[in-house]
């Protein structure tokens, strides 16, 4: 084999040798958490073009998100094939695997092959959180329009930079019509990487500036409906206990220091990398960050007016978390090579990106304040700076060491969904200090090797890894909807006629079970509320709702109070609703839309048990025409 053909062939397995790591890596750090969260919304959108009586349910009634997107069709088309879960999953994969393709490729054009792999790694084992309360984060383990419309926006921006800008454009414009909301930014970002600096700062101030005009306009005109409502009143009560995210005065000081994160982080990689083309997407990602909390904010306290307050844009700091962990592989890799300060302020980034138990604005102030520094830097400090560096090396290795040794002692919670090894290896890759530890040994590994047998070897060694992992990162834990499931409650769905409402009493996140098993609309749940912001109807009849249900169970719905209550140290998980009776079930079933309840308790009226095994076996199916009937007048 000439020496060229030989240099070709071992590029490429050794490509493909960390390809299979990377899917190892993923496979060990990501677990699909199938349709739980807001992936059962989506799903029931889309299980709603093909069973047209799911329409009729309070989420979907009166309009929703869904409105805004073509994702639901094409979903629904996929589900029509395969099933529900199948779709979810195939999709998800699909999804998963083109956002990575699309980041790596993004970097690549950037930079080399070297620092891609490192900034893909990162991206798998730094969580990329925006918004407040945890709530949401790019690159999520469940599916939902956002994945699909963040895929796009990636592969839009590396168009871009491989200078396909014509297709970078009409991507991230096909991505609107996946979801608005998370595709916005992508188009603004391409704006102000296409426009000169001051342009894009005239641009972003004049849409600040509109966004107030509208707010005041709303505020101004205070109608109850169309392009300039504005929320108020029992629609304004409902969003804010619901939906308390959407207002930023109502957001905690961690919550600030988790937005302004990736804002410093590019702020390092401003000052650190010479290059100008990952420079300028580290500006223009700041740029659209800032102006989406400049806007959700005015929405949040003037009026509020609907459009804007839906609008949610402070989602856009979504683009602004990306690019901040993007880019922290060439900063740390320039970092590192300068004579100064470099490894110093590298281990401190990396340290406070990967260990928990150090304070990352801590280690990012200190990097800073180096960097800055390096000027009045002598060489006797620079000894002295590299010999720090390498005793936070150590003391980072140890501090992984001991934890992987604690969890090598400790017994795996998962006992029993896989194999012992398995467990213990997803524990400790979980670990980014550890997985980061993997990465590095194998990349040296890989790298140094002159013989293409040896990389052949490695690439058998993570396709194995990859081979085990993955199917236990994709296995689907759900249940809800599944033909088993369906089959098991064929004598409450046949007892349910299309189209009818169904109460679960007793479980606050019923609407799974409703939706995907018995086929039929929710009464009222958590899940059904998510929807309030995007419709004042859906707002009352969720109040009206909760009132009817008052007699057993407080409202789930209302998150800032139960939120409130648990910052004040009160015990709220622990509170169960109240056993059903005659006299409750009476008066709740005179509520014309409750056409069915579900319970444990049996009060009389004839009631459908269920005997098969699962969550339900015992428990009571209630027809509420039968208990209108035959109940007693209060």
């Excluded at 590298?346 to 800055?372: D, E, K, P, Q, Y």
Aim: charged share 15%; net charge positive; proline share 4%.
């Amino acid at each position: 084999m000439a020496i060229a053909d030989r240099r070709a062939a071992q590029h490429g397995l050794a490509t493909l040798a960390l390809a299979l790591l990377m899917v190892g890596i993923w496979s060990m750090t990501h677990r699909y958490r199938d349709l739980s969260a807001d992936a059962e919304l989506y799903a029931v959108q889309a299980l709603s073009k093909l069973r047209p009586a799911l329409a009729t349910d309070i989420y979907l009634q009166n309009g929703s998100q869904d409105r805004y997107t073509v994702f639901s069709w094409f979903y629904s088309k996929l589900i029509a094939v395969l099933g529900l879960h199948q779709a979810a999953l195939c999709l998800y994969v699909a999804c998963a695997a083109w956002f990575l393709t699309a980041a790596w490729l993004l970097l690549r054009r950037l930079s080399d092959e070297r620092t891609a792999w490192l900034a893909l790694l990162l991206l798998m084992i730094l969580v990329g959180r925006y918004g407040s309360y945890g709530v949401f984060r790019f690159s999520e383990e469940y599916l939902t329009a956002r994945t699909v419309a963040e895929a796009m926006t990636v592969t839009a921006l590396a168009c871009f930079f491989g200078g396909a800008r014509a297709w970078a454009v009409a991507i991230a414009c096909a991505a609107m019509f996946i979801h608005p909301l998370m595709a916005l930014p992508g188009v603004f970002l391409l704006l102000c990487l296409w426009a000169p600096p001051r342009v894009s700062i005239i641009v972003a101030l004049a849409g600040i500036g509109l966004a107030g005009f509208i707010a005041l306009l709303a505020l101004h005109i205070a109608r109850p409906k169309g392009p300039l409502a504005l929320i108020d009143g029992t629609w304004l009560a409902v969003v804010r206990e619901r939906s308390q995210f959407l207002f930023l005065q109502l957001w905690r000081a961690a919550d600030w220091k988790g937005n302004a994160q990736p804002f410093a982080s590019l702020t390092l990689t401003l000052l650190v990398v010479p290059n100008p083309r990952m420079r300028r997407l580290a500006w223009a990602a700041m740029l659209v960050g800032a102006s989406g909390l400049c806007v959700a904010l005015i929405a949040s306290t003037i009026g509020p007016a609907a459009i804007l307050l839906q609008g949610q844009a402070w989602r856009w700091v979504w683009l602004t978390s990306f690019a901040a962990i993007l880019l922290l592989a060439p900063t740390l890799l320039t970092m590192w090579r300068d004579e100064k300060c470099g490894p110093a302020c590298a281990m401190l980034l990396l340290s406070g990106a990967t260990c928990a138990a150090l304070n990352i604005w801590a280690c990012l102030a200190l990097t800073l304040l180096l960097w800055l520094a390096r000027p009045y830097i002598t060489i006797r400090i620079a000894h002295l700076l590299r010999f720090a560096a390498l005793m936070l090396a150590l003391v980072l290795v140890a501090w992984t060491i001991a934890n992987v040794w604690t969890i090598a002692r400790s017994p795996s919670p998962e006992a029993g969904r896989e194999s012992v090894f398995l467990a213990l290896m997803r524990n400790i890759v979980g670990l980014p200090a550890a997985c980061l530890m993997l990465f590095g040994l194998s990349w040296w590994w890989i790298s140094t090797r002159r013989s293409v047998w040896s990389v052949a070897a490695a690439c058998a060694a993570f396709g194995t890894l990859a081979a085990f992992a993955l199917p236990g990162a994709l296995k689907q834990s759900g249940t809800y909807g599944t033909d088993t499931e369906i089959k098991a409650y064929a004598d409450w769905r046949n007892a349910i006629p299309a189209g009818s409402n169904v109460a679960v009493i007793g479980v606050h996140n019923s609407a799974s079970f409703v939706w995907f098993t018995l086929g039929r609309a929710d009464y009222l749940s958590i899940d059904q509320s998510s929807g309030v912001v995007f419709s004042r109807d859906t707002a009352e009849e969720i109040m009206r709702r909760s009132e009817v249900l008052e007699p057993l169970q407080q409202p789930s719905w209302k998150v800032m109070t139960y939120l409130a209550r648990a910052a004040r140290g009160e015990k709220v998980d622990e509170e169960q609703d109240l056993p059903l009776t005659s006299t409750a079930l009476t008066r709740m079933c005179r509520d014309k839309e409750l056409d069915f309840m579900i319970a444990r308790e049996s009060v009389g009226f004839d009631p459908l048990r269920h005997t098969q095994p699962g969550a339900y076996k015992d428990w009571y199916l209630y027809d509420c025409r039968r208990v209108r009937v035959q109940g007693q007048p209060a």
